[in-house]
């Protein structure tokens, strides 16, 4: 079945590009259906998970626009999820791929593993947790918890210099949600003197009594 992926119709630009990133912001594009639909799927299912990436951003304060879903869930529920999901509204990318596609709109779902590391994939101090410890309920869908996002893309951004976005996601989000720079003594030491280092860097004349 041909389908075209939501990615290159926005990387093609023009009217429709510009119209998806609006809809992106009032929560109604196919990114968003894509993520209230398969997160009520895995509800359906008993599938535990945690919304990631950028959409838990948003859920945090800081929305940008995402072209995909991100959602972890544990090895299990990655092997459950293709058992009940492959070719029922939903198809790998391609053979043997552990994400899947939304055929109704295009938009690639990808699925982070319990136990796998972020970034560059080496084992460190943070990794990957299990969704049922790290999540945290936001209008009827399950995210990552705050402090847990964070370190997950600091570990990212600091470990692998293609994904210097994380760093600046986070850089983002100290300012539009107006995070404490205390935060920074509840997150894995592995990651406390980046958090300071970000905040710092773009609010140097904040000091908390």
């Known amino acids: 079945m041909f389908m075209i992926a939501f990615e290159d119709k926005m990387r093609a630009g023009g009217a429709a590009a510009v119209k998806q990133m609006g809809e992106f912001f009032m929560g109604t594009d196919p990114v968003h259906v894509t993520l209230k639909n398969i997160t009520k799927k895995l509800d359906e299912l008993g599938i535990k998970y945690a919304a990631a ?3 838990a951003l948003g859920a945090h304060g800081h929305v940008r626009n995402t072209v995909d879903v991100d959602i972890l869930v ?3 529920g990655s092997r ?3 058992e009940k999901l492959d070719g029922l509204g939903y198809v790998p ?3 043997g791929s552990r994400n899947l596609r939304d055929t109704s709109n295009g938009v690639r779902i990808e699925f982070l593993i319990t136990g796998e590391f972020p ?3 080496k084992p460190k101090p943070i990794a990957f947790p299990d ?3 790290a999540a945290t309920e936001i209008d009827g869908i399950r995210y990552l918890n705050l402090p847990t996002l964070i370190e997950l893309k600091l570990a990212s951004g600091m470990t692998n210099p293609g994904r210097l976005k994380d760093l600046a996601d986070i850089q983002e989000l100290i300012k539009h949600a107006k995070l404490p720079r205390s935060l920074g003594h509840q997150l894995n030491p592995y990651v406390t003197d980046k958090f ?3 905040y ?3 609010q140097p004349d904040v000091h908390e009594q």
Request: proline share 8%; charged share 30%.
């Open 53 to 55: 990436g950028a959409l």
């Open 74 to 76: 544990t090895r299990e």
């Open 80 to 82: 459950r999820i293709h």
């Open 93 to 95: 990318p391609f053979t």
């Open 119 to 121: 970034g560059d994939g």
């Open 131 to 133: 969704p049922t410890e």
């Open 196 to 198: 300071f280092e970000l």
């Open 200 to 202: 710092d860097s773009i």
